[in-house]
């Protein structure tokens, strides 16, 4: 009798006693999607330093996609390839491909490039639907965080926003928030979900170390796709801020303007003729360029501090039909100019 009680309180113990888990490995999901993750290398022939004392680091060129077509489509952040004059894509076994820019959004920070031809074996992500990721889901991020390509890194999902939630640049994207280890190099790399679909595109971080502090943001897929897949594409190729306190120190005959950074080859604001920067300047912290076009109208758009303004304009340039005028309303050295150019489809 005694032994019996002295057996049944053995057991209970162990049943009360918490169970050590490790958690499951990734690693049979990772190897399934590992290949359809690719390494982006850009290069801008004329990018000026903003600052004099600013190291160039060739990592600072290197950002993260992923393949998502048969046809040799790729997502990947707009802030990598906006204005690239050269894009290359380097695939897990070591070979580079040059791709084009199809389509950029930057205020959503997505953009799809194109390769210039199909590798012989070519590995697609499925893009999963990310209305249902939900907040305290498991998710992991592939990309090359300061060039390490191919690094893995897991966490959750921490929180989730519609667009109009945030009051940053990005406040009209949907963006989902992450304590995975991201860092320079995973941005435009995907975000996948256990099953190992992409549910999102990784796009930044907030840090005040510059390195990884649990605040990650990636856009979702559902927004990737209706942006670059659903909607016709368009790539300005053209960076700039909005100025206006400095729009009467610079004689510019409105409350605002968009003065331009950079110009990138072979894209629309390069056909037309635009200008970018050349005078590094800081004022308030802030560097940028001065010297360059200051744009006052885009399509019969005129350019205000409204953010629904780019968005007008981007769905004029989406609308309009092959050998249709682009034009442009510009203040250069003092001088009103209007630029313009035909839509072909080399643009």
């Known amino acids: 009798m005694l032994e019996n009680i002295n057996v049944n309180i053995k057991i209970l113990i162990v049943l009360l006693i918490p169970t050590i888990s490790f958690g499951h490995s990734l690693n049979p999901v990772f190897e399934q999607v590992n290949s359809s993750v690719v390494v982006i290398h850009t290069k801008n022939t004329k990018q000026i330093p903003l600052k004099s004392d600013q190291n160039k680091n060739n990592k600072k060129n290197i950002g993260s996609g992923v393949v998502i077509s048969n046809d040799g489509k790729i997502m990947t952040a707009s802030h990598l390839v906006h204005t690239a004059d050269k894009v290359q894509v380097e695939f897990l076994n070591g070979k580079i491909i040059p791709a084009r820019v199809l389509s950029s959004v930057p205020h959503a920070d997505v953009a799809l490039i194109q390769l210039k031809r199909l590798p012989r074996e070519l590995k697609v992500a499925t893009l999963g639907d990310s209305d249902k990721v939900l907040v305290g889901d498991e998710i992991f991020v592939i990309g090359a965080p300061y060039g390490y390509s191919h690094t893995i890194s897991k966490g959750i999902v921490s929180a989730r926003y519609k667009p109009g939630d945030l009051d940053t640049e990005m406040g009209m994207s949907e963006l989902i928030q992450t304590d995975a280890a991201i860092n320079t190099g995973n941005s435009g790399g995907p975000m996948f979900n256990e099953n190992g679909e992409v549910v999102a595109i990784v796009s930044h971080i907030i840090s005040h170390s510059g390195g990884n502090e649990g605040l990650g943001f990636a856009v979702t897929s559902n927004m990737s796709k209706k942006l670059l897949l ?118």
């Not at 920067?277 to 308030?284: A, K, W």
């Not at 981007?314 to 209007?338: C, D, E, P, W």
């Open 230 to 347: 659903e909607e016709k594409p368009v790539w300005s190729g053209l960076d700039g801020i909005i100025i206006t306190k400095l729009a009467t120190v610079l004689n510019v005959p409105q409350t605002a303007g968009y003065l331009v950074q950079h110009v990138a080859e072979n894209s629309i604001a390069y056909q037309m003729g635009l200008r970018g920067g050349t005078i590094p300047t800081t004022i308030y912290d802030t560097h940028f360029l001065l010297g360059g076009d200051i744009i006052l109208e885009m399509l019969g758009v005129t350019i205000n501090n409204n953010s629904q303004t780019f968005n007008q304009i981007r769905q004029k340039l989406s609308s309009l039909k092959q050998g249709k005028t682009i034009s442009v309303k510009i203040l250069r050295a003092g001088k009103i100019m209007v630029l313009s150019t035909s839509l072909t489809n080399k643009l």
